[in-house]
């Protein structure tokens, strides 16, 4: 089959640009359907509303997949400074938190680095930390897991972060690594608070008071859903590729950037090349896959189950992109997870003649969708956008109440399917001779993910 990609290309970007209906489904998502958190309603709703729209654009296969999630449920959380019973301070569980109920003597641990730990000189068992979450400047980063899995073992009871932003933002945050086996067993009991009740609680920490942490809640079973739709490929039609994206949310979030941008994309990028086929009859050479995942934030569940379900004995795809957060930023290339298809990637997006670039990432990137694809020995990455530069000062807003579609620039989603219409049409045409012959080693991929553990992901 011979595309004649000046046409194809054209009508690619125009259809994403005039004929969009992004606004539409960004609309649906956080407005109409609000939080989606995994196994709620919520969640539930906009499956089908997925499934509905793979369906009306002419998707093959369009269906929902259902799996059990271990979920989680806070029902309360409360800071209280002892002998300050009228004063409110900022609360949020970190997601996965046990309950717990202690009052201690509260400590300032800085970002709980071992020379801060050494220099305190004194016992930290049956105290509550108070300690920040980001990475100390200009020293080796190590990750948050690794900081309260130091607290833990010198007796920390429990530890307080406050949110390095301003204006008493507070966001759900994860205590544990998603390298792990069980990504959601938290090392400590973690709680958030506001910078500005994070100020405060430092110097009543130096004034050496002491707090009451309260956190209520439960670990259940529920049903949450994968959503898949696909477009076959006339050339290859057994060889894959796979766009996805998840759709659930945080507790509390209508999740515009993370992550109904990514989902509306994905929708768009599915429209654009089923039309593309159905009015010019050019088709994709191998057969591509849109799928939006439920329950990522609570480690990755969704996009494990998936490639537990579809890729056990069965041949792999060649290729997995995931959108995630993507009203970050505008795009600016891909970010791989292995090296192999870095030629192939960057030579497709010399061709498009956008300025894009193809990177490799240094790290195994358990932060989203993408890694259970990695660990199965899939190729596989993400769009070089979330956590680089050009990125949007009012998209850090993720994981809370606060994550609401005026934050997204609903233009560079449309930019965004339209490039990667075009970028998955003409990877689908690479003839199989230009894909690495050799396999992706699972063992050596788990050995490094092992040995990876608690690093912090570098980003540029």
Avoid at 332 to 356: H, S, T, Y
């Amino acid at each position: 089959m011979t595309v004649d990609w000046s046409t194809a290309e054209r009508w690619l970007m125009g259809s994403a640009s005039t004929d969009s209906l992004a606004n539409e489904h960004i609309n649906t998502l956080c407005d109409s359907i609000g939080i989606r958190w995994g196994g709620s309603e919520g969640e539930r709703h906009a499956a089908e509303y997925i499934r509905s729209q793979f369906e009306a654009f002419g998707l093959r296969s369009a269906s929902i997949e259902n799996f059990q999630v271990n979920s989680w449920k806070a029902t309360s959380a409360d800071i209280l400074i002892s002998d300050e019973t009228g004063r409110t301070i900022d609360a949020r569980a970190s997601l996965f938190c046990p309950s717990i109920n202690v009052t201690a003597r509260l400590v300032d641990v800085g970002f709980g680095m071992p020379h801060e730990i050494k220099s305190l000189n004194q016992n930290l068992e049956g105290t509550v930390a108070l300690m920040a979450s980001g990475y100390e400047p200009f020293t080796f980063p190590e990750s948050l897991t690794l900081r309260l899995e130091r607290l833990s073992k010198l007796g920390v009871l429990a530890c307080i972060t406050p949110h390095p932003t301003g204006g008493r933002h507070t966001a759900h945050g994860h205590a544990s690594d998603w390298r792990d086996h069980n990504p959601n067993d938290v090392p400590l009991p973690l709680i958030h608070t506001s910078r500005e009740d994070g100020a405060l609680l430092i110097r009543r920490a130096n004034a050496g008071a002491s707090v009451t942490v309260h956190v209520d809640s439960k670990q259940l079973k529920k049903t949450s859903s994968n959503v898949i739709g696909d477009l076959k490929g006339k050339n290859w039609p057994d060889e894959w590729i796979i766009l996805g994206a998840h759709h659930d949310t945080t507790v509390d979030s209508p999740g515009a950037n993370d992550n109904a941008s990514g989902c509306t994309v994905v929708l768009e990028t599915a429209r654009l090349l089923a039309r593309l086929e159905q009015e010019y009859n050019i088709s994709p050479g191998r057969s591509i896959r849109f799928a939006t995942f439920g329950s990522e934030e609570q480690g990755l569940q969704g996009s494990t189950a998936f490639v537990k379900k579809h890729y056990g004995n069965d041949p792999i795809p060649r290729l997995m992109i995931n959108l995630d957060e993507l009203a970050t930023g505008a795009m600016k290339g891909v970010a791989l997870q292995f090296p192999q298809l870095r030629p192939l990637i960057q030579r497709e997006l010399d061709a498009m003649n956008e300025g894009l670039t193809c990177h490799v990432m240094s790290q195994m990137d358990s932060s989203g969708d993408m890694f259970p694809f990695a660990l199965r020995g899939i190729q596989s990455g993400m769009l070089w956008r979330w956590r680089f530069v050009g990125r949007h000062p009012d998209a850090s807003f993720g994981h809370s109440s606060s994550d609401t579609l005026d934050k997204v620039r609903t233009r560079e989603l449309k930019e965004y399917a339209g490039l990667l219409a075009r970028l998955l049409l003409r990877v689908s045409h690479t003839t199989p001779d230009q894909w690495p012959e050799k396999s992706l080693d699972i063992d050596e991929i788990a050995t490094r993910t092992a040995n990876e553990r608690g690093s912090a992901a570098r980003t540029m």
